[in-house]
T-cell receptor, first 113, second 112 residues
Framework: SAVISQKPSRDICQRGTSLTIQCQVD?????MFWYRQQPGQSLTLIAT?????????ESGFVIDKFPISRPNLTFSTLTVSNMSPEDSSIYLC??????????FGSGTRLTVV | GESVGLHLPTLSVQEGDNSIINCAYS??????FIWYKQESGKGPQFIID?????DKRQGQRVTVLLNKTVKHLSLQIAATQPGDSAVYFC???????????FGKGTRLSVIA
């Protein structure tokens, strides 16, 4: 099964700044998925990142706010741009691990002050 | 650590009792379902999955039941232990590397 290393694990950021979150997978995967988990809530899909093409964003999420890179089959980044306190959440990446089951990174706990 | 599920429904059980966590899923076309456990400060951890051609699947101390007629999924945990305390999420998708859609989640609190 795939193992995901996600960085940073947590950060406290000033409003108006940007933070880039990285996910490294120990095997090649076609799709990587980015989720947001707001305080006390479930996970909501932000976008699907396919290597070699632009990410596909869900309703309510836009590329200017959450730009995603997918330079190869083992790595992706999500940037939270021009942050406000409403962006304070846990951000998680995920991959489908072949034969079913989806593995998640440990999450990035973002606090915007 | 970071608190997860502050506003989620809570199920409290005595240590040693069985727990049943329920989930209503949304898409009748979904054919693959997973239960995840999320402890404070961690990402979701896979517990058990089930495909739509089955109605029951058992793991170690856990059983998942699927009722496609009413779009209902349940997770049964036998002999609940303090280490089972966490937030539990059901998730659904089509097979084939498509993203998961998560249910609202339930916080399980085990009373020693």
């Amino acid at each position: 099964s795939a193992v995901i290393s996600q960085k940073p694990s947590r950060d406290i950021c000033q409003r108006g700044t940007s933070l880039t979150i990285q996910c490294q997978v120990d095997s090649q995967v076609t799709m990587m998925f980015w989720y947001r988990q707001q305080p006390g809530q479930s996970l909501t899909l932000i976008a699907t990142a396919n290597q070699g093409s632009e990410a596909t964003y869900e309703s309510g999420f836009v590329i200017d706010k959450f730009p995603i890179s997918r330079p190869n089959l083992t790595f992706s980044t999500l940037t939270v741009s021009n942050m406000s306190p409403e962006d304070s959440s846990i951000y998680l990446c995920s991959v489908e691990r072949g034969g079913g089951g989806y593995t998640f990174g440990s999450g990035t706990r973002l606090t915007v002050v | 650590g970071e608190s997860v599920g502050l506003h989620l429904p809570t199920l409290s059980v005595q240590e040693g009792d069985n727990s049943i966590i329920n989930c209503a899923y949304s898409n009748s076309a979904s054919d693959y379902f997973i239960w995840y456990k999320q402890e404070s400060g961690k990402g979701p951890q896979f517990i058990i999955d089930i495909r739509s051609n089955m109605d029951k699947r058992q793991g170690q101390r856990v059983t998942v039941l699927l009722n496609k007629t009413v779009k209902h999924l349940s997770l049964q945990i036998a002999a609940t232990q303090p280490g089972d305390s966490a937030v539990y999420f059901c998730a659904e998708t089509h097979s084939g590397n498509t993203p998961l859609v998560f249910g609202k989640g339930t916080r399980l609190s085990v009373i020693a």
